[in-house]
């Protein structure tokens, strides 16, 4: 009995450890989604300021 017992945590072992890492690719995937997102944001936002500039230097002509 003492053996099934020591067998069955095992497993229950792996299975946790497997989801451990499971979860964190599913982080890492997240992160890495979030992060070039807002790199596009950003050149987005880069864009808008570089409009800005030129907006008012016409207007300054």
Known sequence: ???RRIE???L???E???MIK???LAAL????VAALSSCN???GFG??????GGAISRAAK
């Open 1 to 3: 009995m003492a053996k």
């Open 8 to 10: 069955q945590v095992r």
């Open 12 to 14: 229950f072992t792996e």
């Open 16 to 18: 946790a450890g497997v």
């Open 22 to 24: 499971l979860l964190k």
């Open 29 to 32: 995937g997240a992160l890495m």
């Open 41 to 43: 944001t950003f050149h």
């Open 47 to 52: 864009e808008d300021v570089s409009h800005l």
